[in-house]
């Protein structure tokens, strides 16, 4: 009986340890993905005053990296652009919430490899509960994340940002996920009304949301030291000269295109780079931290970040 108890205990330790043997450790156990609505550049990073992201540019910008260089290079709406994040496939994939992504999502490999690894997808945008699962054969309906999106789910609507907040920070101490993808309405939201003092409160306010969530996970003793975060934009919007401006988005100007992107981590250096990379190279870097198999993963590991 004890032995059969001391075998049980042990053996997996030793397969744990041999597998990992030929594979790279890091210092990462839980990701978070951090996605700001349809910011432009031009009024974040982009803008050298950085007004607008004051907690961002004076209290967290130097703990990580920021790349200057970072782009959509796919479709430049918010359900496409997402979809580049959590498959890295760039998809012509229906921005309504019509459709789940062709290929499976970084959740779903984390999932696949551990059954019981807890994995969250929080949004403002009920739409985006389709990035929970996939069309592809051997993926569909399997490994998928637990969602919080919208109101109450796909076809509820929109949820204001402060209540998306509060269910991050719920879903983070209950269950302490190991990767996450939280994404907030705004800017994008007000933008699309035309009103600029409204799309620059929302660039204001997320900028805020982002301190809350970077004070939980330096101070939080579950994440602390061992999170890497990424925080970025699924489109940025058109340059003032191009259709109506900040109020839209969706071609491939500069201003749909170029968006923020931050790295931390304890497996990332520290610095302001200019590397040409994109969306997709967000979850091909998240493949090789997390140690997941990357099948259908199309972007390139950003080895760059690493020390
Ligand atoms: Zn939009
Ligand atoms: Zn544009």
């Given at each position: 009986m004890k032995k059969t108890l001391l075998i049980s205990l042990v053996l997996p330790i030793m397969l744990n340890s041999c597998s990992k043997d030929s594979l790279k450790e890091y210092k990462t156990e839980n990701v978070i993905i951090m996605v700001v609505d349809g910011q432009r550049y031009s009024e974040s990073w982009g803008d050298s005053t950085h007004q607008y992201i004051p907690h961002f540019s004076t209290e967290i910008a130097d703990f990580g990296i920021v790349n200057t260089?970072?782009?959509?290079?796919?479709?430049?709406s918010t359900v496409p652009g997402f979809t580049a994040i959590t498959t890295g496939v760039y998809q012509e994939i229906?921005?309504?919430?019509?459709e789940s992504p062709i290929y499976p999502s970084i959740f779903q490999y984390l999932i696949e490899k551990d059954s019981t690894a807890p994995a969250w997808i929080i949004n403002s945008?009920?739409?985006?509960?389709?990035?929970?699962?996939?069309?592809q054969t051997n993926w569909s309906n399997k490994y998928m994340p637990l969602l919080d999106c919208g109101?109450?789910?796909?076809?509820?609507g929109y949820r204001h940002d402060t209540l998306t907040l509060a269910r991050f920070f719920n879903v983070m101490s209950e269950y302490h996920p190991k990767l996450t993808l939280l994404g907030f309405r705004e800017p994008d939201f007000s933008a699309h009304t035309n009103s600029w003092d409204d799309y620059i409160e929302g660039i204001i306010n997320t900028d805020e949301y982002i301190y809350r969530v970077w004070n939980y996970i330096q101070n939080d003793p579950h994440y602390s030291g061992r999170t890497t975060l990424f925080i970025t934009n699924d489109h940025g919007r058109h340059l003032?000269?191009?259709?109506d401006g900040f109020k839209s988005h969706g071609d491939g100007c500069d201003g749909c295109r170029h968006i923020n992107f931050f790295a931390y981590g304890p497996d990332f250096k520290k610095g302001v780079i200019n590397h040409s990379r994109e969306l997709i190279d967000i979850p091909a870097t998240i493949t090789e931290i997390l140690q997941l198999n990357a099948e259908y993963v199309e972007g390139k590991i950003m080895y760059e970040l690493f020390e």
């Open positions: 260089a970072f782009y959509n290079n796919g479709l430049t229906n921005n309504s919430g019509q945008k009920d739409k985006l509960a389709v990035l929970g699962n996939c069309q109101i109450d789910g796909l076809g509820s003032d000269n191009i259709g």
